[in-house]
């Protein structure tokens, strides 16, 4: 039968419970006092990520942002060997970039003597980590060595830190379990514990790392260190959250005394080494629990869960915060109501505005009044530069900003609404036209696409993508060092200056009411630098923008128009100025100069310079000049890395893909071919050349003619030699080289001296003699040939024939 308590015994009872000294004494140790967070997301949280490589940049973020929500320890990084994991291969540019602030520490994790070694050499690591394991399996998984070796290893590198004055903080692994061995006995913790106590950490770490623990096993374990008299101020915990227990596990820690744990931001991590560890305690939900329990901190909690969503966002990963998904739904929400009420005042804005609004006519009360439109002009793509045409092909976003009489409203009977927008179509905008446009169809320029701007004050801010093909007026008379403009003139071709006049001074960007300065601006991004500059074999100087007048004086610039600006067109010209890249017209002075050589008949000198270890970052080919004539060939011996060729007329071929030079024999001159002979090495001092390169070896080569049918080429880049014989001919050449092409032949008729009591006539006579002289030998080694080729057929026949 069921008694109910009276009144009297009840308080009986509270007064109990209120005068027992020890169960106060655990309600006030358990609800007051700090309790030290150490953060470990930017080591610990950011190892495990092997989807992408997280940017330098975006881990010192990080960090910074840490230390400002508040937290004193952040683990930064890890002096691990990249083989492993390659996403510390960044440790000293990141420790270097951690603020330096009174009370904060930047642990870093170092896993042997190399590591400790490389951590040293950086002045900014005033604090260690060094971790084990308490399962041996674990160990060689994560250290490739034995618990007995692991824990040896550590002993060395704490002594060896704190002889140079460095902190030492001590990690265990699987305390509660194992991925591969599976219980751990506690008693095997607690002395492990004991000993890392002994070696010189101010502290250590117990880490359940496949997060199998629960608050029996942690209360079994605490309870173990605590026979061992091991104090709980150099205890901290570390917990994952694979089965969800992480924060009860927290609590009972603290209910044994426990006054640290670790976290990670977003509850990002995970050992790489352990199966089944989905990632840390996350540190939101581990600030909001402490608070809850009367614990002080010192982190802002709001500042905390926005730092976690950027961080998620930056990654392109889910939060894996309870708590940070909570607040920023409760914030989104938010937000989503306050657009939903801005979308609901604009549509109210925009309907009142546009009630009697007629877009056909120019949005000015007064007649007189002139609209100014400011323009801004982003190129974001140069396509092509079209030299013989005189055009350029390029891509962007115009933007313009003019005022509207009739586009006004008052802020306050409309929920304090400054800025709406509304389609570019439903209003007036200026008519531009594209005036040297190389396009018939792409005369006229509409700003659509993209929603227009309007502010209470009547401001308008519109835009629209383009593509511009202009003309451009080309001027070759410095050609190949030739610098070009290429304008982009635009003009309202509906109205005169009086009406709509475009506006050269161009204010700093404010919000959405004006427009940036300079009034072009190239953004090339994403692509690279070396793209930014070099853009279709044109290397881009910089930009101009100016005003000017078409009318009966003429063009005006930089000056007022004379008379009323009705008689005059206002016109904005927006300007690129560039010049020629290098490579290019490298390679087309390169093919203009196989033109020539094919001309030469007389025994004479010509030297390439190709030096592929001076290109620089743009590939730019050195000057190509033709040295003086020689007449005795072993000079060339003297200079660094010539090559001596000896044959009838050749074709030079180009190659920019991989900066080659392809030399072959002319087939039309002659039947006959060449081959390569060995590579002799000739140890020798630079002594005369023009022009010499920087080095201290020669190595000659000559090309011999034979009869050979097999066809021969040369290849001269990055270095290379290659010829068509075996590998044992082939030849790697470090050095800068030059290529010095020697004709044997007929003495070339321009550049030939008249002789005494010669005259022209006779001199045209010896020329057709010496032609016909030229064809008719071309003819016998053809003929040769013929017969060779006969001989070799007729005895493969016979051959047949007998077998």
């Not at 509660?176 to 006995?185: A, K, R």
């Not at 010499?692 to 034979?706: E, F, H, I």
Request: proline residues 4%.
């Amino acid at each position: 039968m069921f008694r109910p308590y009276n009144k009297s015994s009840i308080n009986k009872f509270l007064k109990f419970i209120l005068s027992n000294s020890t169960f106060n004494r655990q309600i006030s140790s358990f609800s007051s006092g700090p309790f030290r967070i150490v953060e470990v997301g930017p080591r610990d949280g950011l190892q495990n990520e092997k989807r992408q490589m997280v940017l330098t940049s975006t881990k010192i973020e990080l960090i910074n942002r840490l230390v400002e929500c508040g937290l004193k320890t952040v683990e930064a990084t890890s002096f691990v060997s990249p083989k492993w994991v390659p996403q510390f291969e960044d440790c000293n540019e990141v420790i270097s970039a951690c603020k330096k602030i009174r009370g904060v520490s930047y642990p870093v994790l170092v896993p042997n003597l190399e590591g400790l070694k490389n951590a040293l050499k950086n002045g900014n690591v005033k604090e260690i980590a060094v971790f084990t394991a308490a399962s041996n399996t674990f160990n060689r998984k994560n250290l490739n060595c034995s618990l007995k070796e692991g824990e040896k290893r550590l002993k060395e590198v704490t002594e060896e830190a704190l002889i140079t004055g460095l902190k030492v903080r001590g990690y265990i692994s699987t305390v509660l379990g194992c991925p591969y061995e599976g219980h751990v006995d506690p008693i095997l913790v607690t002395k492990m514990t004991e000993r890392l106590l002994d070696y010189g950490c101010y502290e250590v770490s117990l880490g359940d790392t496949i997060g199998v623990g629960t608050a029996g096993s942690v209360a079994n374990l605490l309870d173990e260190l605590s026979i061992a008299s091991i104090p709980f101020t150099k205890i901290a915990v570390h917990f994952h959250d694979t089965y969800g227990q992480a924060l009860s596990n927290v609590l009972i820690s603290i209910e044994k005394g426990i006054r640290v744990a670790d976290s990670s931001i977003a509850g990002l991590g995970g050992c790489p080494f352990a199966k089944g560890a989905t990632g840390n305690l996350a540190t939101e939900d581990l600030v909001y629990m402490l608070e809850g329990c009367g614990f002080s901190t010192g982190v802002n909690l709001e500042r905390l869960v926005e730092t976690s969503d950027w961080i998620c966002t930056e990654m392109g990963r889910e939060n894996q915060s309870r708590v940070a998904n909570a607040m920023l739904g409760k914030k989104k929400g938010r937000l989503m109501r306050r657009y939903e009420a801005w979308i609901s005042e604009n549509r109210r804005i925009e309907q009142e505005i546009l009630r009697n609004y007629d877009k056909r006519h120019r949005p000015v009360k007064v007649e007189s009044t002139i609209i100014r439109v400011q323009l801004f002009l982003t190129v974001n793509h140069i396509e092509k530069v079209d030299e013989h045409e005189g055009t350029m092909l390029l891509h962007g976003i115009l933007w313009a900003a003019w005022n509207d009489d009739y586009l006004k409203w008052t802020p306050s009977e409309h929920n304090n609404t400054f800025v709406i927008s509304m389609e570019a179509w439903k209003i007036w905008q200026p008519t531009f036209a594209l005036y040297n446009s190389a396009r018939s169809n792409s005369w006229f320029v509409y700003m659509s696409g993209v929603p227009a701007t309007v502010s209470n004050d009547g401001r308008v801010f519109a835009a629209g993508a383009f593509s511009f093909q202009v003309t451009c007026q080309f001027n070759f008379a410095a050609y190949p060092y030739d610098i070009q403009e290429c304008p982009i003139v635009l003009a309202d071709w509906q109205y005169d200056a009086s009406k709509v006049n475009l506006s050269e001074a161009v204010s700093a960007r404010s919000g959405l009411n004006s427009l940036a300065k300079p009034a072009i601006r190239l953004s090339f991004d994403p692509l690279s630098e070396n793209v930014k500059k070099h853009v279709a074999g044109w290397e881009i100087i910089d930009t101009w923008q100016r005003l000017c007048y078409w009318g009966p004086t003429g063009y005006c610039v930089d000056s007022s128009p004379i008379g009323p600006l009705d008689n005059y067109c206002s016109l904005m010209e927006f300007g690129i100025r560039i010049k020629r890249h290098a490579p290019y017209y490298g390679l087309t002075l390169l093919k203009n100069l196989s033109s020539i050589l094919n001309r030469f008949q007389a025994k004479e000198l010509v030297v390439l310079s190709f030096d592929p270890q001076t290109l620089g970052s743009n590939n730019e080919f050195p000057p190509l000049n033709p040295s003086i004539p020689l007449e005795d060939t072993s000079d060339l011996n003297q200079s660094p890395q010539q090559f001596i060729i000896e044959m009838d007329p050749i074709i030079i071929e180009t190659d920019s893909s991989n900066s080659q030079l392809k030399l072959q024999q002319q087939p039309s001159t002659s039947a006959a071919q060449f081959e390569a002979v060995e590579l002799e090495e000739i140890p020798q001092q630079q002594k005369t050349i023009e022009n010499p390169l920087p080095s201290s070896t020669t190595t000659s080569k000559t090309l011999k003619r034979t009869s050979s049918s097999k066809k021969s080429l040369l290849s001269f880049g990055s270095g290379v030699f290659k010829s068509n014989k075996e590998s044992k001919n082939e030849k790697r050449i470090d050095a800068p080289f030059s290529i010095n092409l020697n004709f044997e032949g007929e003495k070339k008729i321009e550049n030939c001296e008249e002789k005494d009591g010669e005259d022209d006539q006779q001199i045209l006579i010896n020329k057709e003699e010496k032609l016909e002289d030229a064809e008719e030998r071309r003819k016998n080694i053809l003929e040769e040939k013929k017969v060779e080729n006969k001989g070799e057929e007729k005895s493969i026949l016979e051959k047949e024939l007998i077998m």
